[in-house]
């Protein structure tokens, strides 16, 4: 899991593409922290890899959010407390 803002989007290009080469085969959880990387992400494409928008880019009032692992991928959930 990785989470990045726009103002990091050049940075974690960068750090995907070395990433890539070690052919590691694992699913990667990028969470955006804005809308404006949310588009951007998005429209990469990058295999093994799902987008979600992190609650604090959604207005999410609870930023006490979990992750919880829902097979292969991890999911943001609010708690239920």
């Known amino acids: 899991m990785i989470t990045v ?3 990091y ?3 974690f290009r960068k ?3 070395y ?3 070690l ?3 694992l699913d990667v959880l990028v ?3 804005d809308d404006v990387v949310f588009k951007k992400l998005t429209a990469l494409h990058l295999q093994r890899t799902k987008v979600q928008r992190s609650p604090l880019a959604i207005g999410e009032k609870d930023y006490t ?3 919880r692992n829902t097979g292969n ?3 943001i959930v609010q708690p239920i407390f």
């Open 19 to 21: 990433y890539e080469k």
């Open 5 to 7: 803002n726009d103002g």
């Open 9 to 11: 989007y050049d940075f």
């Open 23 to 25: 052919d590691l085969k």
């Open 65 to 67: 959010s979990t992750v």
């Open 73 to 75: 991928w991890y999911q």
């Open 31 to 33: 969470l955006a922290e």
């Open 15 to 17: 750090w995907w593409a």
